[in-house]
């Protein structure tokens, strides 16, 4: 979809473009290709002949949906600042053969609206996608009101959810179109469209339900989701060169989870780690754990994440390397796992 | 139906008596229902009882026995906890067998004290969490429009329920958007569970809040059936550029004495005694 950004692009009082590296809400979109694609994603299944009807409240630019708003004005619902509002419009939407999209901030649509979203799409099982986008602590210094740790353990316990991380745009898209007939709700849980590419376009591995094992090993295997799956195999590398044998696998669907791919890597490694940019309780870590427990594996596991606490203040890139969220704090939390399960093995 | 032989329909006294038969209908199916619960919303009920029969017997296009009918009507209830009365009226259009009415919330019965549409033919929303059915009536009427079709949507709200800030959230969009299929009916019995709404948090001015966001008011005697019927048909067939918000002043516990004089009665139970003692006064009411 050839799309023309000229009026995204920030202007002086003379009509020129600003300085290089001048940037405003509409131009910081040209910077985050996973917002736009998602726009590009919905544009396209309008096209397929999807009855697609997509909801902002108030974010079309920081959702990337301008994208998609230019192309289809009449399928895209503009609700303002109502989060709530949205929730519930897209299930009564829902019940006239429409599918609603609602997009939205992660920390507002999976905490302000969980219960518009458990009582109004999932209880009354209405085929509406959610896409929580800015999940996670990617929203840095703008503090905790915009971070979102919680929304995996939330919409996980909710019954009749689907909830996916895709890992990057490409997963994204490819999954969006895996659930497109999908008859219940299903969550979708992204960064901020800025996330490094994992997967190339049509890459068959990607389905829906069934985790990517990227590697497998005898040390370690890594199951890691959403933004963290990119880091995780740079750590993989990086352990790798160090001279241990570790997995990879991307949980990509968190509900249902691949339990089949969990006591695989239970089966083959000597320890298993779970890496998600979310509380260790309750999200991908919780999921895991719940796995083996009721297998009756008693496989070493460590859940590396936000250890049930507010993220401090700061530049994405910084709390993530504070976190050991990216790939050497990864590789890092490993070693020290490694070395301390050697230890207590003795 | 053409506004004239909706007029011609508003003086039918025929019309008129049915709907007032329908309502007493439903206050006695509720008292009936709630003695199997041991527990239910008698008075919540009764204050509304006119305003679905009309809505169901006079006003709604239906078709009986096929609650799925795309181009039917909706009803939405924002005050789910008046179920009980709504599903009498949904077993007498044909759209479920009328002797679940008598397993009402045993074991496994699809009719719970709030309706659930995935379990209840004819129920077309679930409802139980005051404030959030007048968005999805919204998106109802919404996607009326983008998928072409014309029907209205009736949303029932509790006055006490107009606490609820997600309410308002719905309101403005529907102004905004001139949402014309969108009717909100406010039963406005004055209680809440703590007493008077406007002791507890005050609504009023209320027809000003509608209007600032952007609909029409109509105000109605909400238990003058004739009064309801001519106002609820008139703006079906009027023009609809906006949407519109009735009005309608009820009586929290309609029909029955003591439970109009004293708010308690929004949930409650009737040992034998005093049940009989109700029925009488319901069937001798005209």
Do not use: S
């Given at each position: 979809m050839n799309l023309n950004t000229e009026s995204l692009i920030p202007r002086g009082p003379d009509g020129q473009p600003l300085a290089e590296g001048t940037w405003h809400i509409p131009s910081m979109l040209l910077k985050s290709p996973g917002l736009l694609a998602l726009g590009t994603h919905l544009g396209a299944l309008v096209d397929e002949g999807e009855p697609v009807v997509v909801l902002t409240p108030d974010l079309s630019y920081s959702n990337g949906l301008w994208a998609f708003r230019e192309r289809h004005p009449d399928r895209f619902l503009q609700l303002g600042v109502s989060e709530q509002n949205s929730v519930s419009v897209a299930a009564g939407l829902a019940t006239t053969g429409l599918r609603p999209y609602v997009t939205g901030f992660a920390s507002f649509l999976a905490l302000l609206c969980c219960e518009q979203i458990r009582t109004d799409l999932a209880y009354t099982r209405q085929p509406v996608r959610l896409v929580g986008h800015h999940a996670g602590i990617v929203f840095g210094f703008y503090g905790t009101s915009h971070h979102a740790t919680e929304d995996i353990a939330i919409m996980r316990t909710i019954a009749n959810m689907t909830v996916v991380a895709p890992a990057d745009h490409v997963a994204l898209g490819a999954l969006m179109r895996a659930y497109r007939d999908h008859p219940l709700p299903v969550y979708f849980r992204m960064g901020r469209g800025r996330e490094p590419i994992v997967y190339d376009e049509g890459d068959e591995r990607i389905r829906p339900g069934k985790a990517v094992v990227h590697a497998t090993g005898a040390d370690l295997t890594i199951i890691a989701t959403g933004t963290s799956v990119y880091p995780s195999l740079r750590a993989a590398e990086e352990l790798r060169a160090a001279g241990h044998d570790v997995g990879v696998i991307d949980m990509h669907t968190i509900k249902p989870l691949d339990a089949d791919a969990v006591l695989a890597a239970a089966e083959r490694s000597r320890a298993l780690m779970t890496v998600e940019e979310?509380?260790?309780?309750?999200g991908l870590g919780g999921a895991v754990a719940e796995t083996l427990t009721e297998h009756g594996i008693g496989v070493p596991l460590m859940r590396h994440g936000v250890r049930d606490e507010y993220a401090l203040i700061g530049p994405p890139t910084h709390l993530y390397r504070h976190y050991r969220l990216d790939g050497p704090g990864i590789a890092h939390e490993a070693r020290a796992y490694l070395e301390r399960i050697t230890r207590d093995a003795r | 139906m053409t506004a004239s032989e909706a007029t011609s329909l508003t003086t039918s006294s025929e019309l008129v008596e049915r709907i007032r038969e329908r309502a007493r209908f439903v206050r006695l199916e509720t008292v009936r229902l709630i003695s199997i619960a041991k527990t239910g919303h008698y008075s919540s009920t009764f204050s509304c009882a006119e305003i679905m029969a009309t809505l169901y017997y006079g006003v709604m296009r239906l078709k009986h026995g096929d609650p799925a009918w795309p181009d039917r009507d909706r009803f939405v209830m924002g005050k789910g906890h008046a179920a009980v009365g709504l599903y009498p009226i949904l077993a007498d259009h044909?759209?479920?067998?009328?002797?679940?009415l008598d397993g009402y919330t045993r074991l496994g019965n699809p009719l719970g004290d709030h309706p659930d549409m995935t379990k209840v033919p004819g129920c077309d929303f679930s409802s139980g969490s005051l404030g959030h059915n007048l968005s999805v009536g919204l998106g109802m009427a919404l996607g009326a429009r983008m998928t072409g079709r014309d029907f209205n949507v009736y949303a029932l709200l509790g006055d006490g329920e107009l606490h609820e800030g997600q309410v308002w959230e719905a309101a403005a969009a529907a102004g905004h958007y001139g949402v014309g299929n969108l009717v909100a009916i406010v039963?406005?019995?004055?209680?809440c569970l703590d007493g008077k709404v406007d002791d507890i948090i005050a609504i009023e001015p209320l027809a000003d809040r509608w209007r600032a966001f952007g609909w029409d008011v109509a105000e109605v005697d909400g238990h003058d059936v004739p009064a309801l019927l001519e106002t609820l048909l008139r703006i079906r067939d009027g023009a609809r550029d906006r949407p519109t918000a009735v009005i309608a002043h009820t009586v929290k516990g309609k029909g029955v004495s003591f439970m109009e004089r004293d708010f308690g009665w929004h949930l409650g139970w009737l040992a034998e005694q005093d049940e009989a003692a109700v029925i009488r006064e319901l069937k001798d009411e005209k």
């Open positions: 979310h509380n260790v309780l309750g | 044909g759209f479920f067998d009328p002797a679940l039963d406005r019995n004055g209680y």
